[in-house]
């Protein structure tokens, strides 16, 4: 089974800096892209950064030069540093992996779909 844990969600003012993880299994997170989504109150969830398991990394418009999101090999897991935060920012932060259906050390045999965290909250204030 595929199980993402997130941490590192809190308050922080607007121009602050705030980080988040993700891990995983080190299967998983050997072979499969990853990604942070965000979701704000009565709006849809929207792709915030992804990382390749290449280290290849897309940023969404609103968050390019102020956030990154970069693997870290030994820990199995995945991070977002947000830096420069604006109120926007404000939301739930998901850790999601879109994994390739197959056999996966320590996870049995995965079905290739998505997979989500519980989320992680992050409030930017004025």
């Known amino acids: 089974q595929v199980q993402l844990v997130e941490s590192g969600g809190g308050s922080v003012q607007a121009g602050g800096s705030l980080s988040v993880s993700c891990a995983t299994s080190r299967s998983i997170y050997r072979f499969n892209d990853m990604g942070w989504y965000r979701q704000a109150p009565g709006l849809q969830r929207e792709l915030v950064a992804k990382i390749t398991s290449g280290g290849i990394t897309n940023y969404a418009d609103s968050v390019k030069g102020r956030f990154t999101i970069s693997r870290d090999n030994a820990k199995n897991t995945v991070y977002l540093r947000m830096n420069s935060l604006k109120p926007e920012d404000t939301a739930v932060y998901y850790c999601?992996?879109?994994?390739?259906?197959?056999?996966?050390?320590?996870?049995?045999?995965?079905?290739?779909?998505?997979?989500w965290g519980k989320g992680t909250p992050v409030t930017v204030t004025s």
């Open positions: 999601n992996v879109e994994v390739a259906p197959g056999w996966y050390n320590g996870a049995g045999y995965v079905p290739g779909r998505s997979y």
